[in-house]
């Protein structure tokens, strides 16, 4: 009775958190729609995603973040923001992190998504990794938003890995935009989502988000042929917070 018990809540969180997905998307549907109707109103429509959307989210499902900044960010300065992903709260929790309008690079397959797939493929680079000129594109569309004042996300796991997990392996991409366009690569670790909503279905429950945005690592003066070393470093930092707090 008692594990009939605790599945029903597990259900009916899982349950509100599509409600709060949805809600909002439903409420500000025009504006929504207006700010996505050109790249030039992208700001306005972050602000919507951040504050009425990702909020709402978060805050809605007793999840708020704890937000731990070793570097501040510049305004006005474009950055490649990366974490760990183990949950589809990380999405919402970066928009909140990040503060600085930035534009995900993601998937092509998350198009499908009723509702939310409208919107992510309007407002984000998609790639599809089968594709070697669908990657090429990425590169150029990338370098049109940075010129816009934007950041680029990416996380470079490049999907949600394993309950087993602690922390797959990076992929390159990342790191060779980085690169390639000299902007600092901003890692963070999310501590709490895979506990908070993993995707394990009867699962989860109301606690902090904690985030650590970590030093910044510069590329002004790295390679191509670096980025190798680049990704590893930037790995070995987010894991290292991860096993340290998997410890205590």
């Avoid at 996300?153 to 935009?177: T, Y």
């Avoid at 690169?179 to 901003?186: N, Q």
């Avoid at 909503?197 to 970590?214: A, D, E, M, N």
């Avoid at 590893?232 to 894991?239: A, F, M, S």
Wanted: hydrophobic fraction near 45%.
């Amino acid at each position: 009775m008692t594990k009939l018990l605790k599945n029903i809540g597990f259900a009916s969180y899982r349950i509100w958190f599509y409600i709060l997905v949805a809600l909002p998307i439903f409420i500000f549907l025009p504006f929504l729609i207006l700010t996505t109707l050109s790249e030039k109103t992208y700001n306005q429509f972050f602000w919507l995603a951040r504050n009425l959307w990702a909020k709402t989210i978060l805050y809605g499902m007793g999840c708020p973040p704890q937000i731990r900044t070793d570097q501040i960010l510049e305004k006005g300065k474009s950055y490649m923001f990366v974490a760990n992903h183990t949950s589809m709260l990380d999405i919402m929790l970066m928009l909140v992190a990040a503060k600085r309008p930035f534009v995900f690079v993601g998937k092509y397959e998350l198009v499908k998504i009723p509702v939310f797939g409208f919107f992510y493929k309007r407002v984000c680079i998609l790639v599809d990794r089968e594709n070697p000129k669908s990657r090429t594109a990425v590169y150029r569309r990338v370098q049109r938003r940075l010129k816009q004042g934007l950041s680029i996300c990416i996380f470079p796991e490049g999907g949600v890995p394993e309950e087993s997990v602690l922390l797959d392996r990076f992929k390159d991409g990342a790191f060779r935009m980085a690169i390639a366009h000299k902007i600092p690569v901003v890692p963070m670790t999310f501590f709490d989502c895979k506990k908070r909503f993993s995707w394990t279905f009867f699962s989860g429950g109301p606690g902090k988000l904690r985030v650590r945005i970590h030093p910044f690592f510069e590329t002004g003066i790295l390679g191509v042929e670096d980025t190798s070393t680049l990704r590893e470093e930037v790995r070995e930092e987010i894991l290292n917070d991860l096993l340290l707090d998997n410890s205590k």
